[in-house]
């Protein structure tokens, strides 16, 4: 398919569906004819929700997780522990954690990971707010689960530090190989750390 | 991922993404974690880009291929020929035939094919405008580009009496095996479509 056959509404409407994650050229083109040549009907429901999204999804004020009023579910939920408090980078990181069903406590997002390079201090991921919510007294354990990169880990210390300065239990997710992994397949570095964080069998 | 943590507003987009496709729920997942995570920009163009299509794309007044004025690319295009005139199913067939850059000539998109047991009778397809279009007496060839199924072959019968009537050539796109297609693959309906169509060698 050769996109000269979109008028140009069309044609900006498929420029802006490529910014979807997995979305390429073509696929945006079948996306388009779909709506607009079959399921008019859908691509009005989605213009509506999107636009009601836009005005409404706004960071959680308790622990800025995607929410579309002050507070998102899991803030809002009464069946979880207060006393633990998980640490991610990212809703979507949130959502992995939550999906894995390991996990009861609450959540904290950051807006990314501590890069002094980049211009990311504690002020730019939203630290303030955490060091209130430790101030509280009811968070037992601060859970760092930021991702296992350079500035990951740099953010992870740092979050240590700051829970360890009020008496809170500062714990670090596992680092290993992964469920299924075969070990000819995993990378030397999760080796090494499998080998560092080997348990003791019970 | 688990839906459960999306705040009831991007529940309702997601399930309004699912309707695209190839978008499944996980997709659609990511699709709002990057819109709303990582890129609201994105999706505030694409929410205007997808309003603006909505309230400005409609058929061509011509052939009835997506607009977003009165008539679309190829019929405002002047360097088309307007004596052949080429019938499709679908905005998608229009777009598949114009991709292969094989012809040069003026579309007429049906909204469908011929289904006398769902209802679908000449009026649903818009073979009045047709009609007029070919009593102009500019055309003089109409190339029957319908699908190679029951109704689209009964529809291409009809359209090449509708021709007929008028003195005007009609003829059917070649049926026979696909360009690098190996005979072992090709099914049986196709091979025979492929020998009572051969040709003369030259």
Redesign the interface.
Known sequence: ??A???????A??L???K????VGPR?A???V????????E?????????????T??RPCSRCR?????DL???CQSTGRDPSQLCVVE???D???V??SGAYRGLFFVLSGRLSPLDGIGPEELGLEKLEKRLDEGVIRELILATSATVEGEATAAYLGRMAQRRDIRATRIAQGVPLGGELSYVDSGTLSSALAQRRQVD
Chains 1, 2 share one sequence.
């Open positions: 398919m050769t000269s056959v979109f008028p140009p509404r069309l900006e409407l420029e802006a569906l910014f979807l994650p997995g696929s083109e079948r996306m004819l779909h709506m607009f040549a079959r399921q008019p859908g691509a009005r429901r989605l213009a509506r929700s999107l636009a009601e999204a836009l409404s999804v997780m995607l929410a579309d009023g998102c579910l899991i990212s809703p979507s949130l959502a992995a939550e999906s």
